[in-house]
C-alpha cells in the first residue's frame, strides 16, 4: 500500500501561483510513477503532469505547458505541482496519485494505483 497526502491547495486571483505538495508513504520503494490529475466542475477527472520516479521524465497536457511544473524529491518521498500564471479554467480538485506498475501511458488514469483524497484549487477572475 502506498499512502499519499496532498496540501498546498487554496483560492488565488488569476495570474497567481501555488505549489501542491504530496507526500507518499507505505511502500513507495514501489512506486514508478506519480501523477497529478483534476477534477473540474461538470468534467472528466484529467491527467495535468506526471513524472517517473526514477528517471524523471515527464508529462504535461497541452492546456498547462509552460505554467506548471512538476518534480520530485525521491529523498522526502514527495512530489511537487508548481503552478503559475494560474486562470479560472484551472479550478478544480486536484489529485495526486501513484503508480506501481507501467501499464498505459503516464497520462492514463489506469496506470494509477492509489490516490490522495484531492485539495480545492480555485483561481478567481
Known amino acids: 500500500q502506498v499512502q499519499l497526502v496532498e496540501s498546498g491547495g487554496g483560492s488565488v486571483q488569476a495570474g497567481g501561483s501555488l505549489r501542491l505538495s504530496c507526500a507518499a508513504s507505505g511502500r513507495t520503494y514501489s512506486v514508478t510513477t506519480m501523477g497529478w490529475f483534476r477534477r473540474a466542475p461538470g468534467k472528466d477527472r484529467e491527467c495535468v503532469a506526471a513524472?517517473?520516479?526514477?528517471?524523471?521524465?515527464?508529462y504535461y497536457t497541452n492546456s498547462v505547458k509552460g505554467r506548471f511544473t512538476i518534480s520530485r524529491d525521491n529523498a522526502k518521498n514527495a512530489v511537487y505541482l508548481q503552478m503559475s500564471s494560474l486562470k479560472p479554467e484551472d479550478t478544480a480538485v486536484y489529485y495526486c496519485?501513484?503508480?506501481?506498475?507501467?501499464?498505459?501511458?503516464?497520462?492514463?488514469?489506469?496506470?494509477?494505483?492509489?490516490w490522495g483524497q484531492g485539495t480545492q484549487v480555485t483561481v478567481s477572475s
Open positions: 513524472i517517473l520516479w526514477s528517471a524523471g521524465g515527464t
Open positions: 496519485a501513484a503508480s506501481i506498475n507501467f501499464r498505459g501511458s503516464l497520462a492514463s488514469e489506469p496506470r494509477y494505483d492509489y
